[in-house]
């Protein structure tokens, strides 16, 4: 058994060695597969891919139900070090792909399964989650004695904390015609968090630009979840898109309709600017300075945001009537597959190296580079 830090609670009898260590290390970050692969999916089922579509929901219900159980049994056995990640800037804001993967899910089940209840529990299972994350969080971070420096402690992945509040609001925004004469109601409380995350949105991502063009950038911080940057703004697109979409049920949002189009389309924009620096990034960080690529967690990171990009970008073109630009969305299609499926791959790879090698499992363990780390 690895070694068991003090607070940890473990017995040698349950569950087997394989599962306990997969458990003891998990990065909460890892709940970005089911992101990638849920954004995939549904961008697949809008665009006519109906095969792929069902392909991906089949293998997100496994990623899901596989990431929660471990969750679990890390809540379970070593809870100590999930209040010690949850503390921590680098690692704490893995904790809300949590939330934006169970509600990315929940929008997967309704679109692709046609399973609404199951995308109703999801939704609240979800916004539980938004409040304990969301507060949990920032309070940790806000009241620690000792600080890590701009460099070090903040990275792209702070941006899950919008990417996660939007992924609660679309869910909602979709899920109001089901609530019946309560929709108006569920349709202000996902308009509230379309706001609330453009809020978070623009707050991080100041520092984060900060971070980028005054403090030196290596191979190793210029990790996949700077491609957060772009994503964030994906998913504000297609949740102003969903509320658009939904203008017609309440007369509230189509007053607001004008507003809601331009400042859909501004985040649109703003993440279609950051596509070309990040890709140049991308290629300075492997090609120039001959950075190994491999397999790692945090390229989910980078998958889901290509992903949303095709699905929010689809959604606010057919809002706005602009059927000329949906060849956007139906290229990046292609290129957020591609990026998944090599992902996959790597992610395949890594796990049969371990079995049969009786190495470590892919190091789930790992947060973003982001620089040296201090003690609370």
């Known amino acids: 058994m690895p070694a068991i830090a003090p607070g940890d609670r473990v017995s040698e009898s349950i569950p087997p060695r394989l599962v306990i260590t997969a458990a003891r290390n998990l990065f ?74 169970t509600c990315v899910f929940g929008t997967q089940c309704l679109i692709v399964g046609g399973a609404p209840v199951l995308a109703k529990v999801l939704w609240g299972v979800g916004i539980g989650l938004w409040v304990v994350v969301m507060y949990s969080f920032f309070t940790a971070v806000t009241i620690r004695e000792r600080k890590p420096t701009i460099e070090s402690g903040i990275n792209g992945a702070w941006l899950i904390a919008a990417v996660a509040t939007q992924s609660v609001s679309v869910l909602g925004s979709l899920l109001a015609p089901t609530f019946g004469e309560h929709r108006h109601e569920v349709l202000f409380f996902a308009l509230c968090l379309f706001l609330i995350g453009c809020m978070l949105y623009l707050a991080i991502i100041t520092l984060i630009f900060y971070r980028l063009t005054f403090i030196r950038l290596t191979p190793q911080t210029m990790a996949p979840p700077y491609w957060i940057n772009m994503g964030a703004v994906a998913i504000t697109t297609l949740a102003g898109a969903t509320l658009l979409l939904h203008a017609d049920e309440w007369p509230f949002l189509q007053e607001l309709q004008p507003f809601l189009r331009g400042w859909t389309l501004f985040f649109w924009v703003t993440a279609t600017w950051w596509i070309p620096l990040l890709f140049i990034l991308m290629v300075w960080r492997h090609a120039y300075m001959r950075y190994p690529l491999k397999y790692d967690p945090t390229y989910w990171g980078m998958a889901f945001p290509l992903a949303m990009y095709a699905t929010g970008s689809f959604q606010l073109f057919t809002a706005l009537r602009l059927p000329f630009m949906l060849i956007v969305p139906r290229s990046f299609l292609f290129v957020a597959l591609t990026v998944w499926t090599g992902t996959f791959i790597g992610l395949l790879h890594s796990l049969f190296r371990a079995w049969t090698t009786g190495s470590r499992l892919p190091d789930v363990a790992k947060a973003p580079d982001a620089g040296p780390q201090f003690p609370a």
């Open 28 to 101: 909460p970050g890892y709940f970005a597969m089911v992101m990638a692969t849920g954004a995939a999916s549904i961008a697949a089922s809008l665009m006519g891919m109906r095969a792929v579509a069902l392909a991906l929901f089949a293998v997100n219900a496994v990623v899901f139900a596989t990431l929660w159980s471990l969750t679990l049994i890390r809540v379970a056995l070593f809870f100590p070090r999930i209040v010690a990640d949850l503390k921590d800037h680098a690692r704490g804001p893995g904790f809300f792909t949590v939330v934006a993967g």
